[in-house]
């Protein structure tokens, strides 16, 4: 099982930017692919964005596409979010995820372990 650990939540305004970071730690860490997923309030977990283990891809939801970036970290261990152009609607909860295979498209039921999560808001 693989613990991860979400950082870099907060409070911005619209049109603003924040990195999230995703720490893992566990067996086995470099054979998963690691994924970004939000829940706002009264809402179900929706996909955002994810990358295979080789990061030799990645795939977005169309509501983020050009404005949010996956990449992940030399040591394999950690997997940003780069968030760009924010917008009020972005404000949710944001999970870090982890699976073992890559078939996109991305549900939470694809994703084996997860994180914390941690605060996005956006003011207008």
């Known amino acids: 099982q693989m613990q991860l650990v979400e950082s870099g939540g907060g409070l911005v305004q619209a049109g603003g930017s924040l990195r999230l970071s995703c720490a893992a730690s566990?067996?086995?860490?470099?054979?998963?692919?690691r994924g970004w997923f939000r829940q706002a309030p009264g809402k179900e977990r929706e996909f955002v964005a994810a990358i295979p283990r080789s990061g030799a891809d990645t795939r977005y939801a169309e509501s983020v596409k050009g404005r949010f970036t996956i990449s992940r970290g030399n040591a394999q261990n950690t997997v940003y979010l780069q968030m760009n152009s924010l917008k009020p609607e972005d404000t949710a909860v944001y999970y870090c995820?982890?699976?073992?295979?890559?078939?996109?498209?991305?549900?939470?039921?694809?994703?084996?372990?997860w994180g914390q999560g941690t605060q996005v808001t956006v003011s207008s």
């Open positions: 566990g067996r086995n860490i470099g054979n998963y692919a």
């Open positions: 995820a982890a699976a073992l295979r890559w078939f996109p498209p991305f549900s939470p039921g694809d994703f084996t372990s």
